[in-house]
């Protein structure tokens, strides 16, 4: 999975950007949802529903996180990580991508150290 410094692709923004069924997850993405929430709220079969989800994340549109529950299983939360995705055409003819993100809040920025150092061990 992308990191969230990690700038995302131009053909990879566009690709996901350019599907119907990605726009209509991301419309519905408000809070932290499951994919089930957020193929139901987007009226996309929960199949395509989770491939659409994977192109988002790639995308760095998306961010995940894990949400551990008592019962032993585990289940994958997304929700949105852009304010706004800008593409511009610089003096060299070249096509740039932009995504603005939220702020980090304090306890999301020690998740991403702690990340960072599990990575390195």
Not at 35 to 41: C, G, K, P, Q, V
Not at 78 to 102: H, K, M, N, S
Request: net charge negative; charged share 35%; hydrophobic share 35%.
């Amino acid at each position: 999975m992308p990191r969230r410094d990690d700038p995302p692709g131009l053909e990879t923004v566009l690709d996901a950007l350019d599907d119907p069924a990605c726009r209509a997850l991301v419309r519905a993405a408000d809070g932290s949802r499951t994919a089930s929430e957020l193929a139901a709220d987007a009226d996309v079969p929960l199949s395509t529903a989770y491939r659409k989800l994977d192109r988002l994340t790639e995308a760095s549109l998306l961010e995940t996180e894990t949400e551990v529950r008592t019962d032993g299983h585990h289940t994958t939360r997304y929700r949105l990580a852009f304010e706004e995705v800008t593409i511009t055409l610089d003096d060299g003819r070249t096509f740039t991508v932009d995504v603005i993100r939220p702020p980090q809040a304090p306890s999301e920025r020690l998740e991403t150290m702690w990340t960072e150092v599990r990575r390195e061990a």
